[in-house]
């Protein structure tokens, strides 16, 4: 992992907009990150529950970061598409574990080790404090190899 890629993720904390909702990030290994916010004035919608954009701002880069760290600086890996759905009101403290295994990683050096584009999805589930799902996150991920075209 480079020095730049150690210090993003030590301060990614204090970034405005996680700051400003209550998003805390840890890591828990190379491969995992937990997300964690508590509700609070700062992220509560008009009736109560936690916001749908800080819902969705909790869950947006951490795939992209897993796996920039993962595959090194030989690849490009760029968010491309999102979608969350709903499932139920948020109360409380939310949280969202966020995992890339070994062989899907292989699976995605694999695609792009002729010089294709590659587009994984992932998805995550945002859970309360009762471990029930309140929100799922999909997202899009653009990966190619650098100099590959």
Known sequence: MSLRQRILERFVNFYPPFLGAGIRSRNL????????????????????????GSLYAMCDPWYMLILMRLLGTDYIVWDKAARIQFL??????????????????????????????????????????????????????????????
Request: glycine share 6%.
């Open 29 to 52: 290994d190379e491969r995992t990150i937990r997300v964690e916010m508590k509700l609070t004035s700062l992220n509560r919608n008009l009736v109560g529950v936690h916001f749908g």
């Open 88 to 149: 139920q009101p948020g109360r409380g403290t939310v949280t969202a574990t966020f995992h890339i295994p070994p062989e899907r990683v292989d699976e995605i050096r694999a695609a792009v080790a002729d010089g294709q584009k590659f587009e994984p999805t992932f998805t995550v589930d945002v859970l309360d404090t009762q471990g029930q799902a309140i929100a799922r996150v999909e997202k899009l991920l653009y990966v190619r190899r650098k100099n590959d075209r």
